[in-house]
């Protein structure tokens, strides 16, 4: 009998410690659960009504953010440092609301900039890819230039291999996913039957290596071969959606220069389009900006979570302003894809604007 009161004493124990040194760990695995904000309580419920109004016909829904740039070290003019624990509260509490069927982080969930040393990269990513998946709904991610620790470890070897990126990102995303078998999973796609649309991730942050490393963006060519082949085998009356870090049409960015393989990504869309197929959009993040372009063919950017202001306007790109303790501490979208009325649709949580586009 003592013994099982010792033992009752040290599970106590164990678990007042858990809630008070470690309340983070318990909020990922759901154990503790969280409440939003109270000043995001009318941005909850704003942006389930106007999402409900959207899907009475027949709709993909995704929470969609790109470019959390997660950091534990104040390196530049960011408001706060972690706007990842409110995003993920926030969308859990929206989930209660709306119907969901994944969620798209396009990549650079990290900083990964000295004085960051890799094992606090690889902590950091474990803590957002779990904030993620925490969520409670299928995760897609496509990698950011940021996520493989070039920024630090250019010169010193320790850019993190595909190998330890398929572990450390791919493991949390969805499980039903058909991959890129050259590229350790950074490609894949996945079908929604129901509405018959298939959803493909698309690595871009691929260059021939000049020193040894991957520094560069752009799509290898085995890249290219895989989304070409995929893209002559999707089913008729299918559409495609792409996601991917960093977009196809570069020069739509004006000073930007063509990246790697990107005129034949941009040959390869052309071509599904012009043998009757139906492209729905590019999606992309990585300029911490919205912005969108209609020609050849419809590609849109999602601004940065990131808590940080930065110039409003560049070229046709536009930064919403952020101010602490309101809802435009938060940004990220609800993307809602509605084939009945070829219609895609982005409801704005938090700073910035609603936005809407045929396909």
Same mark, same amino acid.
């Given at each position: 009998?003592?013994?099982?009161?010792?033992?009752?004493?040290?599970? *106590?124990?164990?678990?007042?410690?858990?809630? $008070?040194?470690?309340?983070?760990?318990? &909020?990922?695995?759901?154990? @503790?659960?969280?409440?939003? #904000?109270?000043?995001?309580?009318?941005?909850?419920?704003?942006?389930?009504?106007?999402?409900?109004?959207?899907?009475?016909?027949?709709?993909?829904?995704?929470?969609?953010? @790109?470019?959390?740039?997660?950091? $534990?070290?104040?390196?530049?003019?960011?408001?706060?440092?972690?706007?990842?624990?409110?995003?993920?509260? =926030?969308?859990?509490?929206?989930?209660?609301? *709306?119907?969901?069927?994944?969620?798209?982080?396009?990549?650079?969930?990290?900083?990964?900039?000295?004085?960051?040393?890799?094992?606090?990269?690889?902590?950091?990513?474990?803590?957002?890819?779990?904030?993620?998946?925490?969520?409670?709904?299928?995760?897609?991610?496509?990698?950011?230039?940021?996520?493989?620790?070039?920024?630090?470890?250019?010169?010193?070897?320790?850019?993190? $291999?595909?190998?330890? *990126?398929?572990?450390?990102?791919?493991?949390?995303?969805?499980?039903?996913?058909?991959?890129?078998?050259?590229? &350790?999973?950074?490609?894949?796609?996945?079908?929604?039957?129901?509405?018959?649309?298939?959803?493909?991730? !698309?690595?871009? =942050?691929?260059?021939?290596?000049?020193?040894?490393?991957?520094?560069?963006?752009?799509?290898?060519?085995?890249?290219?071969?895989?989304?070409?082949?995929?893209?002559?085998?999707?089913?008729?009356?299918?559409?495609? +959606? !792409?996601?991917?870090?960093?977009?196809?049409?570069?020069? #739509? &960015?004006?000073?930007?220069?063509?990246?790697?393989?990107?005129?034949?990504?941009?040959? $390869?869309?052309? &071509?599904? *389009?012009? =043998?009757?197929?139906?492209? %729905?959009?590019?999606? @992309?993040?990585?300029?911490?900006?919205?912005?969108?372009?209609?020609?050849?063919?419809?590609?849109?950017?999602?601004?940065?979570?990131?808590?940080?202001? %930065?110039?409003?306007?560049?070229?046709?790109?536009?930064?919403?302003?952020?101010?602490?303790?309101?809802?435009?501490?938060? +940004?990220?979208? !609800?993307?809602?894809?509605?084939?009945?009325?070829?219609?895609? =649709?982005?409801?704005?949580?938090?700073?910035?604007?609603?936005?809407?586009?045929?396909?």
């Amino acid at each position: 009998m003592q013994k099982i009161t010792k033992l009752m004493i040290a599970v *106590i124990a164990l678990v007042v410690l858990s809630i $008070t040194v470690f309340p983070q760990t318990l &909020n990922v695995l759901g154990k @503790s659960p969280e409440k939003p #904000k109270s000043y995001y309580l009318d941005e909850i419920k704003d942006t389930a009504q106007k999402v409900k109004a959207l899907t009475k016909e027949p709709a993909l829904v995704f929470f969609l953010c @790109s470019d959390v740039h997660y950091n $534990t070290v104040k390196t530049d003019n960011r408001l706060k440092l972690d706007s990842v624990t409110d995003m993920t509260t =926030n969308m859990a509490a929206l989930k209660k609301q *709306i119907q969901v069927d994944g969620l798209i982080c396009l990549g650079d969930i990290v900083d990964a900039k000295p004085p960051t040393k890799m094992d606090e990269t690889k902590q950091q990513i474990d803590y957002v890819m779990k904030r993620l998946q925490g969520v409670g709904v299928p995760l897609i991610y496509s990698m950011g230039n940021h996520d493989d620790n070039r920024y630090i470890s250019r010169k010193d070897g320790t850019v993190l $291999t595909p190998q330890q *990126i398929e572990s450390m990102f791919m493991r949390y995303t969805l499980p039903n996913k058909v991959i890129d078998p050259s590229m &350790n999973g950074l490609n894949y796609y996945v079908d929604y039957d129901r509405l018959k649309i298939r959803v493909f991730v !698309v690595d871009s =942050n691929y260059q021939k290596p000049e020193d040894g490393f991957h520094w560069s963006h752009g799509f290898s060519d085995s890249t290219v071969a895989w989304f070409s082949n995929c893209l002559n085998e999707v089913p008729k009356g299918w559409s495609v +959606l !792409v996601l991917t870090h960093r977009r196809l049409v570069q020069n #739509k &960015n004006p000073g930007k220069k063509w990246i790697y393989n990107q005129m034949k990504m941009v040959e $390869t869309v052309n &071509n599904l *389009i012009a =043998n009757g197929g139906t492209y %729905i959009a590019t999606i @992309s993040g990585h300029i911490h900006r919205d912005y969108s372009h209609s020609k050849p063919f419809l590609e849109f950017s999602v601004a940065a979570q990131k808590c940080q202001n %930065i110039e409003a306007k560049k070229g046709k790109a536009f930064a919403p302003e952020r101010k602490l303790n309101t809802a435009s501490e938060d +940004l990220w979208d !609800v993307l809602v894809i509605r084939p009945q009325s070829r219609k895609i =649709n982005t409801v704005r949580f938090g700073a910035g604007d609603d936005r809407e586009w045929s396909y």
